[in-house]
């Protein structure tokens, strides 16, 4: 009896949105989880003693259609000018970079490398920087920029392939920089000199790289810090390759997107706006999932994907943790009680968040490589977007605010005859451009939209291969499934004895997963 049921008509048009679909990423602590040599905590004794799963994560990373990625560099790990750890299972081991940037390159992935934390030997200590040297300006900026060229260096072995994919961030969180000393007007002057000395080091080094500047978006802070850092570039006659900005809310964060975004168009940097660092603020939503929680983060993307079309990136934070989370685990889990994780490896928690489900939904059906179509709504409680997912159909996604609706999809294109929930698997006929669905309460909804398809799909295997296979082992899974047309009903692969069946989408590649063979 509780239950509202509304109507309304959305409208998708055959017409592209201006643009480029944006990428979406996620944070990661120095190429942890996707890159090799990493170690996890799995007994909550805060020693990184087990070698984690960086096989399972990319598997992960490649089913969400994640297309980039923000590291920190941890420039305070350095010991000397040109000097980076390197030992195997080091939080920052070098190593570990380095077959991150190559699995990315290889999967047409991009790297976002935030220049941050300031080494012991270069910091100045002085007395605008007493509490912790990490956020201290330099002693010589030159040096400091040197470090990171230096640093760039190393982690793609000199490799100019590999540093193509990457663009550098100038510090993490600038209105952290020396708190709690120093002024805020203070903090806003050494944040410029230090992204000048940067963006001087690498134009010189590597003049395609593209340097970025930071902001931020808090409760307390508003746009007030935004404000000092681009009327200070823009005072010194500095330019930036692109404006980024973290936030962190729940029912307001969607406000705050307008707001920043519309702030920094109006301050004459609108040209490229990236939000390297997102979430829900609230830790009930993060720890205790409901799907209610989850449109606090999916509505301000769908917003401002059909709003903002300068906004080129989503980098979620974060995108796994190396503890345990469990009450006994507490103290030594960051930011507990708060998890901001969008999934756990199977040695720890083996979960997946309440992000997931919606960001993957998104990344996979409307980021980068799709093409954005126009959306009508005549009801102010659905979010809306829809992109082509192959050259015949197309994907739309509903964000439903209420309790429960269903709703009338039209489409300008009329040759659509079908469509299909990627989650509850529920199939309609589209008639004459026009078919009714029903919406999941709170949630997001996507459907797969296409016309009669007598095509059968492409399989490509490729591993197992054309051979005779003896003895005890695991052999790996590698497959792709391409259907020019409809989406993929559903795929499967066995091994005698349990055969393994996954969700519905458009076109799949995969692998990761493994034969066992005995005999």
Same mark, same amino acid.
């Given at each position: ?108 992935? *991009? ?159 609108? *040209? ?57 685990? *507490? ?189």
């Amino acid at each position: 009896n509780n239950l509202r049921v509304q109507t309304g008509t959305i409208t998708v048009t055959d017409t592209n949105l201006s643009g480029s679909a944006p990428q979406f990423g996620a944070n990661i602590k120095s190429f942890q989880f996707i890159g090799e040599d990493y170690w996890i905590d799995t007994n909550g004794d805060n020693v990184l003693d087990t070698a984690g799963n960086f096989t399972w994560h990319r598997q992960q990373a490649l089913a969400m259609n994640i297309t980039s990625w923000r590291a920190d560099a941890r420039l305070d790990k350095s010991t000397a000018p040109n000097t980076f750890v390197g030992t195997n299972g080091s939080l920052y081991n070098v190593r570990t970079a380095q077959t991150a940037i190559e699995w990315m390159y290889a999967n047409n992935m *991009s790297l976002t490398l935030t220049a941050d934390y300031m080494p012991g030997w270069l910091s100045i200590n002085d007395s605008n920087c007493t509490s912790n040297h990490q956020y201290c300006s330099p002693t010589n900026y030159t040096t400091w920029g040197q470090l990171l060229v230096d640093y760039i260096n190393n982690i793609t072995n000199n490799n100019a392939t590999l540093r193509s994919i990457i663009s550098v961030e100038v510090w993490n969180e600038p209105y952290l920089f020396w708190q709690p000393d120093g002024t805020t007007a203070y903090k806003i002057s050494e944040y410029i000199n230090l992204y000048n000395a940067t963006k001087i080091a690498i134009n010189a080094a590597f003049p395609s790289m593209k340097v970025k500047a930071s902001t931020v978006y808090t409760q307390s802070l508003g746009l007030s810090f935004s404000t000092g850092i681009m009327g200070n570039l823009t005072a010194n006659g500095l330019t930036t390759d692109c404006i980024e900005f973290h936030d962190y809310d729940d029912a307001n964060l969607t406000t705050h997107f307008i707001n920043e975004t519309n702030f920094i168009a109006s301050s004459g940097y609108g *040209s490229c706006i990236q939000v390297t660092e997102f979430n829900s603020l609230d830790a009930n939503n993060q720890v205790n999932y409901s799907v209610a929680s989850s449109k606090y983060i999916t509505e301000p993307i769908m917003y401002t994907m059909n709003n903002v079309r300068n906004l080129t990136a989503y980098y979620m934070y974060q995108w796994s943790d190396a503890h345990l989370y469990n009450t006994s685990n *507490s103290s030594i889990f960051e930011s507990w009680p708060k998890r901001y994780s969008i999934l756990s490896e199977p040695l720890l928690d083996n979960a997946y968040y309440y992000a997931f489900e919606p960001l993957r939904q998104i990344s996979a059906y409307h980021g980068y490589g799709k093409t954005n179509l126009q959306t009508t709504d005549n009801n102010t409680l659905n979010s809306v977007i829809a992109s082509r997912y192959n050259s015949t159909g197309i994907a739309v996604t509903i964000l439903n605010k209420n309790t429960g609706k269903n709703v009338t999809l039209t489409f300008s294109n009329t040759s659509f005859t079908h469509a299909k929930d990627i989650y509850t698997l529920q199939t309609y006929t589209v008639t004459a451009g026009s078919t009714a669905v029903l919406l999941r309460a709170d949630n997001t909804t996507t459907l797969l939209v296409w016309g009669e398809d007598t095509t059968v799909p492409t399989v490509t295997v490729t591993s197992p291969t054309n051979t005779t296979y003896t003895n005890n082992r695991n052999i790996p899974i590698s497959f792709s499934a391409i259907d020019g047309q409809s989406p993929l009903d559903w795929y499967w692969f066995g091994n005698g004895t349990n055969n393994f069946t996954a969700m519905p989408q458009g076109d799949w590649s995969g692998f990761g997963n493994n034969l066992i063979l005995q005999g």
